[in-house]
């Protein structure tokens, strides 16, 4: 299909005459790689101003830097998040019943690793058990910067033999290549002003759902605190917070694609000033994004967003804290608190 499609276009298909979708690598790889004529996307899971209507905050008007106005309320409460987080943001999983929607989302994972990296990714799992322990472990680390050794490490305790770092290198390639993990970069920018800053990505899944299930966790348990295990979220967020900070990634994402822009993360090399998310235009302004898993919003808060303030002037286009509460407003020193439920593209 994918020569068929060159040739097509090289007779004079117009524009948009095609889609091509799906998840594997043409098998063999054709003849002529696409280039000038086939331009790929990745479709992320649904975000959450595409499951739930009624956003009043756009991302495409905060990266202007006019500092627009911020307001409208929102209904959405803290159970309704985590349900979103349990649901999956797949269109064909997240309308199932619960039950149902549990089983589609394990074969999910229970393909990818039996079918998929053999099939796709062309690497030979010779431990699929020691693979799907991995996960999840990895999964524990979601929103964090956690080593792939220490990764290994809460994979493998008591173990004498660990899996080497060349097999762990190799799950996450090949998991990446299948587009279950989906890192976010650190924010890296040639002629920053700041110094010392870390490289390392925050781990993130596809979807939030996929950790849930890797990790055994449903609404409930969420709701009522449970933790990750060995592998935990950074010093003070719970799973839950750290699971709904994916969700924030996850749907940033989407609404950052609207504008072509690029959404990374800030890290000091020793941790003392982090941002969660940094949404990037093509001239290197940026917008910065706090997530908080709370319904109000204090000075603690917005103190990192603050600090990059002043240090990036009016590099900084705008600043956001996304939380779970009813209300979207600004603070008196201008950041911008907005309810998840309130942001769209």
């Given at each position: 299909m994918w020569d068929l499609v060159r040739r097509a276009v090289d007779d004079g298909a117009?524009?948009?005459?095609?889609?091509?979708?799906?998840?594997?690598?043409?098998?063999?790889?054709?003849?002529?790689?696409?280039?000038g004529r086939i331009v790929s996307l990745r479709m992320r899971p649904l975000g959450f101003a595409e499951r739930v209507a009624g956003q009043t905050v756009s991302l495409a008007d905060l990266l202007t830097g006019s500092r627009p106005p911020v307001e409208g309320t929102s209904a959405v409460a803290l159970a309704d998040y985590v349900e979103e987080i349990v649901a999956s943001?797949?269109?064909?999983?997240?309308?199932?019943?619960?039950?149902?929607?549990?089983?589609q989302l394990d074969g999910y994972l229970t393909r990818v690793v039996d079918r998929d990296i053999p099939d796709e990714a062309g690497t030979t799992i010779r431990s699929p058990a020691t693979l799907r322990r991995w996960m999840?472990?990895?999964?524990?680390?979601?929103?964090?910067?956690?080593?792939?050794?220490k990764i290994r490490?809460?994979?493998?305790?008591?173990?004498?033999?660990?899996?080497a770092k060349?097999?762990?290198?190799?799950?996450?390639?090949?998991?990446?290549?299948?587009?279950?993990?989906?890192?976010?970069?650190?924010?890296?920018?040639?002629?920053?002003?700041?110094?010392?800053?870390?490289?390392?990505?925050?781990?993130?899944l596809a979807d939030p759902a996929l950790a849930a299930r890797l990790l055994g966790v449903d609404a409930p348990a969420l709701l009522a605190g449970r933790t990750a295990g060995p592998v935990v979220p950074r010093e003070g967020t719970t799973l839950l917070g750290a699971l709904f900070e994916s969700l924030v990634v996850q749907s940033v994402r989407?609404?950052?694609?609207?504008?072509?822009?690029?959404?990374?993360?800030?890290?000091?090399?020793?941790?003392?000033?982090?941002?969660?998310?940094?949404?990037?235009?093509?001239?290197?302004?940026?917008?910065a994004v706090e997530v908080k898993l709370t319904r109000t919003v204090g000075d603690g808060d917005v103190r990192h967003l603050r600090w990059l303030e002043r240090h990036l002037g009016d590099r900084l286009?705008?600043?956001v804290v996304v939380t779970t509460g009813p209300a979207a407003y600004r603070r008196a020193e201008g950041v911008a608190v907005v309810p998840l439920a309130l942001l769209g593209p």
């Open positions: 117009p524009p948009g005459s095609f889609v091509l979708t799906g998840s594997a690598a043409p098998d063999p790889p054709p003849t002529h790689s696409g280039a943001g797949f269109p064909g999983i997240r309308s199932l019943p619960e039950r149902a929607r549990r089983l999840a472990a990895y999964a524990a680390a979601t929103a964090t910067t956690t080593s792939f050794e490490d809460a994979a493998s305790p008591g173990q004498e033999h660990k899996p060349a097999t762990v290198q190799a799950y996450r390639d090949a998991l990446t290549r299948v587009w279950i993990l989906d890192d976010v970069e650190a924010w890296i920018p040639a002629d920053s002003p700041l110094n010392q800053l870390g490289h390392a990505p925050k781990h993130q989407v609404c950052a694609a609207h504008r072509q822009a690029a959404v990374r993360h800030l890290r000091t090399a020793r941790g003392r000033q982090e941002v969660d998310l940094i949404v990037e235009r093509d001239d290197g302004r940026v917008v286009l705008d600043a």
